[in-house]
Each structure stands twice: as structure tokens, then as C-alpha cells.
């Protein structure tokens, strides 16, 4: 049974910084991307990054770019997602996605949204 797990999330100040996990049980990461994705209240779930299985190239929305940072350490080690200079707007839950296939690419999954497995996510909150 494939589980995903998130941690790391919480209040902070703006300008501040979080580290977002995802961990996995039941399924190896390594060989799929992974992707990020973020749903504020009111809001549809959107993608934030997604990073590829085959060369740790990787994906970023507009919003973020320049600001969050997606790596994989490998031998089954997390996910994770580095978040600086954050803002209110980043307030959200943030979660952890796999797709259905080892093929599926990063375009497919963080712009088509090709996800078959989420974690039950962190919220993320932004606020002085």
C-alpha cells in the first residue's frame, strides 16, 4: 500500500523559511517524479514543483520561482521542498504527489496534473 507522508510544516514570520518532507512507504520514490502541490482555502489545488526521476531536473510555478528549491537525496530518502522568502500568500496545505507511472514526466504531472497518489498534507502558515 502506497503511502505519502509530509512534515515540516508551521507558522512563520514573512521572509522566513520552512523544509517540507515527503516520505514514502510502500513505494520508491527515487524512480518517479515527485511533485509539490499547494491548496489555500477557496483556492483550487495548484502545483508548486515537480522534479524528475531521471535527472533531478524539476518544474516551478511562476509564484515560487527563485524562492522555493525541490531536491531528492536518493536511496529512499526523502523529498523535500525548501521555502524562502515566504510570503502570506504561500499560506496553504502543501502536498506530496507521485503520478500512476515511472514514465510520467514532470510537465505531465505538475501542469496536467497526471497524480495517482497524495499525502495528506502540512499547512503551511505565513503570518507576522
Known amino acids: 500500500q502506497v503511502q505519502l507522508v509530509e512534515s515540516g510544516g508551521g507558522l512563520v514570520q514573512p521572509g522566513g523559511s520552512l523544509r517540507l518532507s515527503c516520505a514514502a512507504s510502500?513505494?520508491?520514490?527515487?524512480?518517479?517524479?515527485i511533485g509539490w502541490f499547494r491548496q489555500a482555502p477557496g483556492k483550487e489545488r495548484e502545483a508548486v514543483t515537480c522534479i524528475s526521476s531521471s535527472d533531478d531536473s524539476s518544474y516551478y510555478a511562476d509564484s515560487v520561482k527563485g524562492r522555493f528549491t525541490v531536491s531528492r537525496a536518493r536511496a529512499k530518502n526523502p523529498v523535500y521542498l525548501q521555502m524562502n522568502s515566504l510570503k502570506p500568500e504561500d499560506t496553504a496545505v502543501y502536498y506530496c504527489a507521485a503520478p500512476p507511472s515511472v514514465r510520467t514526466t514532470m510537465q505531465a504531472m505538475c501542469i496536467l496534473k497526471v497524480v495517482d497518489y497524495w499525502g495528506q498534507g502540512t499547512q503551511v502558515t505565513v503570518s507576522s
Open positions: 510502500g513505494f520508491i520514490l527515487d524512480y518517479y517524479t
